[in-house]
T-cell receptor, first 117, second 110 residues
Framework: GAVVSQHPSRVICKSGTSVKIECRSLDFQATTMFWYRQFPKQSLMLMATSNEGSKATYEQGVEKDKFLINHASLTLSTLTVTSAHPEDSSFYIC?????????????FGQGTRLTVV | GQNIDQPTEMTATEGAIVQINCTYQTSGFNGLFWYQQHAGEAPTFLSYNVLDGLEEKGRFSSFLSRSKGYSYLLLKELQMKDSASYLCAVSYYGNNRLAFGKGNQVVVIP
């Protein structure tokens, strides 16, 4: 399968600061990338869908000014958590899908454990 | 909206067979995925069903009934490493948007 790399895997930041998480498709061009958040023992919740070169589409209840998404190229999307607070502590996971034979499946990154103190 | 329902937890013995059920209500249904997730890690793809019927892949099989909004994942010859959460996810409205169930935690005991 295709490889998606997410960085960093863990980050601890102070309340009020911003954190950037990167999601890269290493061996395919990802026309669409997705960002999910998962709280302990809960399901993955889709936050937003980003398409290369256009604005991200946010799910209901997700603040687009707080969770900035940039998908500047076909291999990279970034999620920036701005002015982070302890309640933003969570597991953030990206996934990417491409065209052709890669269109059916979304491939997941390793996830980022964010802890805001 | 999307509604996906899974039982939360089950325990099974090594070597046994377990069936994990998933029911869903969704609009714009494209297909159904099963993922395995170990604690603190990202989900790993197991199977994908689009048409009704059974898909078999080694020790894992997945079944789909679109008319009933129902799927199950069958795990055979359970191994200790199969202890994980199993997530049912529905793909909807194209573009690979996924709505996940809460996952079923399977605990394998000797």
């Amino acid at each position: 399968g295709a490889v998606v790399s997410q960085h960093p895997s863990r980050v601890i930041c102070k309340s009020g600061t911003s954190v950037k998480i990167e999601c890269r498709s290493l061996d395919f061009q990802a026309t669409t990338m997705f960002w999910y958040r998962q709280f302990p023992k809960q399901s993955l919740m889709l936050m937003a869908t980003s398409n290369e070169g256009s604005k991200a589409t946010y799910e209901q209840g997700v603040e687009k000014d707080k969770f900035l998404i940039n998908h500047a190229s076909l291999t990279l999307s970034t999620l920036t958590v701005t002015s982070a607070h302890p309640e933003d502590s969570s597991f953030y996971i990206c996934s990417a899908s491409g065209g052709g034979s890669l269109n059916t499946e979304a491939f997941f990154g390793q996830g980022t454990r964010l802890t805001v103190v | 909206g999307q509604n996906i329902d899974q039982p939360t937890e089950m325990t099974a013995t090594e070597g046994a067979i377990v069936q994990i059920n998933c029911t869903y209500q969704t609009s714009g249904f494209n297909g159904l995925f099963w993922y395995q997730q170990h604690a603190g890690e990202a989900p790993t793809f197991l199977s994908y069903n689009v048409l009704d019927g059974l898909e078999e892949k080694g020790r894992f099989s997945s079944f789909l009934s679109r008319s009933k909004g129902y799927s199950y994942l069958l795990l055979k010859e359970l191994q200790m490493k199969d202890s994980a959460s199993y997530l049912c996810a529905v793909s909807y409205y194209g573009n690979n948007r996924l709505a996940f169930g809460k996952g079923n935690q399977v605990v394998v005991i000797p």
